[in-house]
């Protein structure tokens, strides 16, 4: 576990030892109670090395499962296939229009 987060204390035994408080307006974990500390979705991202912070969480023993959905920010542009794009000869408005859909880009 991250240093800054050490003095985590969590008792298996009580039944809301995790528990996710409340989602962003996309679905994904804004804030998770993990024994006694309150963390963003992002943190806990972090913290645990998961893909997103859209993801689901159960308790098996002394242990936490996390299901994750996706990748990524949820924001609908990866940066890593951009950059792929770019390298192939994509110009930033095609790339822009590969990831969002219908949309008109003017000045």
Known sequence: MHE????FNIDFKA????KILDYTESGRVKTIKIGTKEL???EAR?????????????????????????YGHGVGL??????????QGYKCDEIIKYYFKDIEIVE
Request: with cysteine.
């Open 4 to 7: 800054n987060y050490a003095d």
């Open 40 to 42: 963003s979705g992002v």
């Open 78 to 87: 990866s940066q890593s296939g951009s950059d792929v794009l770019a390298k």
């Open 15 to 18: 039944q809301d030892c995790i």
């Open 46 to 70: 972090k913290i645990f090395g998961l893909r997103s912070s859209n993801f689901s969480v159960t308790i098996d023993g002394d242990n936490i499962k996390f299901s994750v959905i996706g």
